[in-house]
């Protein structure tokens, strides 16, 4: 399986989160993957933090950070190892690593919240 294809399988699915994710230990987050090159599919959607704070969850993946070692990437998931840029989504809407927006996937349930976040 191509990794894109893990990636695009993950976002796919619709799981029901654990009880221990809290609202208040999630917020929006840019989400794009790495490991096909600069510029791959990208998402914004909510994220959950572990109580550390060290771990990440978005939908069925699990992230963990480069520490710092990545080449345009700062998280990998955990299950294929590929990479991943996470970060907070920018007002102006220039996500991605060379700016712009395009195809950049905005989950339904954080729709009208991304929206009052950008403007």
Do not use: C
Request: proline letters at 3%.
């Amino acid at each position: 399986m191509r990794h894109a294809d893990h990636w695009q399988d993950k976002l796919d699915q619709d799981m029901p989160l654990p009880k221990a994710f809290r609202m208040s230990r999630s917020r929006i987050m840019y989400i794009e993957a790495k490991s096909e090159g600069l510029e791959g599919e990208a998402v914004i959607g909510r994220v959950f933090f572990s109580k550390s704070g060290k771990t990440l969850y978005y939908k069925g993946l699990r992230f963990q950070s480069l520490k710092g070692a990545g080449f345009k990437a700062n998280y990998f998931d955990t299950e294929s190892g590929d990479f991943f840029w996470i970060s907070g989504p920018r007002k102006d809407q220039n996500d991605r690593l060379y700016g712009g927006n395009k195809d950049v996937l905005i989950d339904e349930d954080v729709s009208d919240e991304y929206a009052d976040l950008i403007n």
